[in-house]
């Protein structure tokens, strides 16, 4: 099959989900046809079967705000043409579903027909989509859909409520490539032998509340001799440094910002913390999990899915920065449960192995083209 994937090259879940997928695919003798702006950071090495097209974007002193969506259209319909793919998966909404409806209508009118898929992600349905500036739109594109993903049955049903849909929606989890236990880094790289560390990978945005990882971190560090690494980076960054300084807890915090592959700092992780105000399913939590490290988090969206309470850690109310601090502390105390709860977490993470959720892409492919 030939395969145009529309995605976010960025460190973000969908990108990284989108990318993984493409590549996967390639590997089992498709050509897959990555469509996007920049190259994406999880592609690595180019290989047989992966072919990458960068949307360029204008400049034209007119635009205040250049226009994305056209040029991705454009580029899909030349991609489409000039490779004769059979078909187009999108990830995320917004704008790849409209530039992938905009794409078929403009092939349609040249005889060609191209279906789409479209997998929802997360904040093109829990926070942008649901408002009124997208809805329409975000409601029509993913109605002419071939088929619909979405990442968790949360996220389904937030989208069932947010818009107005009459497709069905097919709930096709995150997945991950077991670990494979390259070490590069060590333990003590970053902490003393004695001390446990706390991780947290994300894009630093307002809805992963950094700050709540700060204060969960800072009355387990007051309790417990620990380190706390962060991974990524993003817009809340200086706010979190800022309240590191606040909190006299800059020689126990290492913010290592943007990383290719975090799982490096997740193998050297005694538990990873994610207590995102929304989140539909925590993709940082399964790769987590696949390196056996137990996960304190929310109750938001989908992350109860992920992270079952009591078994593969511990889920908390949004906000409940105490209850959160307690757990930690409770579970890296205790040896024994940390080691029954890491391999839960090994396990449950092996449900969602890629070779377990790719036949369900492949199942829809395959519909779609028919
Ligand atoms: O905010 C992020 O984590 C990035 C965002 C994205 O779209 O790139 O991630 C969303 O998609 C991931 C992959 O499906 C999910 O694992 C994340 O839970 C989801 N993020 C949110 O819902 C906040």
Redesign the pocket.
Known sequence: MKIGMVL?P?Y??????ATELGKALAKKGNEVHFITYSQPVRLGKITKNIFYHEVSMSNYPLFDYPPYETELASKIVDVVLHEALDLLHV??AIPHASAAFMAQQILKNKGIQIPYIT?L????I??LGKSPSFEPVISFCINSSAAVTA?SES?KKDTFSNFDINKEIHVIP?FVELSEGSDVIKRNDYAKQSQKILSHV??F?P??RIADVIKIFKIVSDALDSKLILVGDGPERYKAEALCRELDLCDKIVFIGKIPDSSQILKISDLFILP?Q???????A?EAMVEGVPIISSNA???IEVNINGETGYSSLVGNVKEMAQNSIALLKNDQLWSEMSNNCKERASKFSLENILPFYEKLYLESIK
């Open positions: 976010y960025t973000g879940g969908s990108g990284v989900v990830h995320y997998t992600h997360g904040t093109d829990t926070l990442v996220l995150n994300s894009n945005r809805v992963k995102s929304t989140e539909s399913f925590g993709l940082s399964l969206g989908g992350l």
